[in-house]
């Protein structure tokens, strides 16, 4: 059972439109990040969250940009889409753990995000 | 930095043949080892996971073995189904550099009947 939400599941929209893709999950997770998945399979950090107010960029440079005001909700928007946006987007979350601890993400399901 | 190195696909098997996907990791430290599947369509879901040198992880008739001698952690299965077809992330996670999973790039598994 998904714990991690991300909405809408599929996006088509035209060149020069602002998106916001939405993530929310409810398990209270610190920590959350955003990827950009693309066709040849390998995932880039974006984004990502330790907690409220905290936003960090990810190894893959994005025109993106994200906010973390509730725990919960994890949200990425786009300002200005172009084709070059067009990707598989996923969002996860987690919880710091302790040296001795494993454990690791929760995964939504994704958005696929096409710009005309 | 930490890094994961996974076999290039894609992996094209028939139904019942036997599954290897290799895994190799470059880290310090004692990091945690994961491998999660991607089905199509779908986000990442966790597999199977070993916390420490020589722990197995099992799950759904999938295997893998902490070699930390040898730095790797390879995926096997010893009759795959069409139902495994997906994507397959090999990953590590150091607690003390930040609370991180450092993926590999993924392998795609066909199988056929």
């Known amino acids: 059972e998904a714990d991690i939400y991300q909405t809408p599941r599929y996006l088509v929209i035209g060149t020069g439109k602002k998106i916001t893709l939405e993530c929310s999950q409810t398990?209270?997770?610190?920590?959350m990040y955003w990827y950009q998945q693309d066709p040849g399979m390998e995932l880039h950090l974006i984004h990502y969250s330790y907690g409220v107010n905290s936003t960090e960029k990810g190894d893959l440079s994005s025109e993106s940009t994200v906010s973390r005001i509730r725990t919960e909700h994890f949200p990425l928007t786009l300002e200005s889409a172009r084709p070059s946006h067009t990707s598989q987007y996923l969002c996860?979350?987690?919880?710091?753990?302790?040296?001795?601890?494993?454990?690791?993400?929760?995964f939504g399901s994704g958005t696929r995000l096409t710009v005309v | 930095g930490d890094s994961v190195t996974q076999m290039e696909g894609p992996v094209t098997l028939s139904e019942e043949a036997f599954l290897t996907i290799n895994c190799t990791y470059t880290?310090?430290?004692?990091?945690?080892l994961f491998w999660y599947v991607q089905y199509p369509g779908e986000g990442l879901q966790l597999l199977l996971k070993?916390?420490?040198?020589?722990d197995k992880g099992s799950n759904k008739g999938f295997e893998a073995t902490y070699r930390k001698e040898t730095t790797s952690f390879h995926l096997e299965k010893g009759s795959v189904q069409v139902s495994d077809s997906a994507v397959y992330f090999c990953a590590l996670y150091r607690w003390d550099a930040g609370n991180m999973l450092t993926f590999g790039g993924g392998t795609r598994l066909m199988v056929k009947p």
């Open positions: 996860a979350s987690s919880t710091p753990l302790g040296q001795g601890e494993s454990g690791g993400y929760t």
């Open positions: 880290a310090t430290g004692y990091p945690s």
């Open positions: 070993a916390t420490k040198a020589d």
């Open positions: 398990m209270g997770h610190d920590k």
